[in-house]
């Protein structure tokens, strides 16, 4: 057994865990805060979450920090947003190379400020070679709208001849998909004791395992993630199959 496993879990880290990271307005407001504050110490439980993901050697790391439906919020929030993940990409990105790791952004990129999409290209370009954490950064993400700019682009490909209907699969569809290469999430974390998924991943977390946690997101420590992966490997993982108890049981004679 290795360190911090109990009996009957399975060893295994995810190598893909998707989160996402929810609570920072309440975090703020249970301190009488502004909701920015919640925001900015938010981005500090990112910085800390990439660092403890890539020491537990998780493979792919994929936060949700701004959504499709996030533009409904005040004008002021939505900047403010903004703003953080400029910072971030300017300031961290020194650093995520020096650890190695790949930085990737998705979700859609017309409605990104011209100077922030600069930003997000040069991010990717840069860390293109790096071996160690993919950094899946959603970024203006709605999985409703990235299944429908990829459905777009097949029906543009079919119309235009380049591909027949027939040959677009699961596989192929998953491929063009935004996050293309990348293994679907085993593990989806989701902060602040919200049970939904707020269109996130629809596609890919068709058989990840959800761990809901009541930690808001500028709380969350290595102890919650640890927990939240411990919490995985107690699951059993069936998809669609048996459990190994009931495929001993089938009573085929
Ligand atoms: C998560 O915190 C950050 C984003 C969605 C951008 P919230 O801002 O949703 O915090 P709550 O849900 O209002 O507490
Ligand atoms: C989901 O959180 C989006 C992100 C974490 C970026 P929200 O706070 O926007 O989700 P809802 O509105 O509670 O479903
Ligand atoms: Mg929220």
């Known amino acids: 057994m290795s360190v911090g496993q109990r009996p009957g879990e399975r060893a295994e880290i995810p190598s893909h865990v998707a989160v996402?990271?929810?609570?920072?307005?309440?975090?703020?407001q249970l301190r009488g805060l502004p909701r920015h504050e919640g925001h900015r110490r938010g981005l500090e439980a990112l910085r800390r979450t990439v660092k403890n993901a890539a020491d537990l050697g998780i493979e792919v790391l994929t936060?949700?920090?701004?959504?499709?439906?996030?533009?409904?919020?005040?004008?002021?929030e939505v900047s403010f947003l903004m703003t953080l993940l400029r910072h971030f990409v300017e300031k961290d990105l020194a650093e995520l190379s020096a650890a190695n790791v790949r930085v990737r952004v998705i979700g859609g990129r017309e409605d990104l400020a011209p100077d922030l999409l600069r930003l997000v290209e040069h991010a990717e370009a840069a860390t293109r070679g790096n071996t160690g954490m993919i950094l899946v950064v959603a970024f203006n993400y709605g999985s409703r709208d990235e299944i429908v700019r990829t459905a777009r682009q097949l029906a543009a490909d079919v119309a235009a001849g380049r591909i027949s209907p027939a040959s677009i699969d699961e596989s192929s569809f998953s491929l063009r998909?935004?996050?293309?290469?990348l293994p679907d999430p085993e593990l989806v974390i989701r902060t602040s004791g919200e049970t939904r998924i707020s269109n996130f991943l629809l596609w890919q977390a068709a058989y990840a395992e959800f761990v809901f946690t009541p930690v808001l997101w500028p709380d969350f420590d290595r102890a919650a993630l640890e927990e939240a992966l411990a919490e995985y490997r107690r699951?059993?993982?069936r998809f669609g199959g048996l459990a190994e108890s009931?495929?001993?049981n089938v009573g085929v004679a």
């Open 235 to 237: 699951r059993e993982r």
């Open 20 to 28: 996402i990271m929810d609570g920072n307005g309440r975090w703020a």
């Open 63 to 76: 936060l949700y920090s701004f959504s499709t439906e996030n533009w409904r919020r005040p004008a002021a």
């Open 177 to 181: 998909l935004d996050t293309g290469d």
């Open 246 to 248: 009931s495929a001993r």
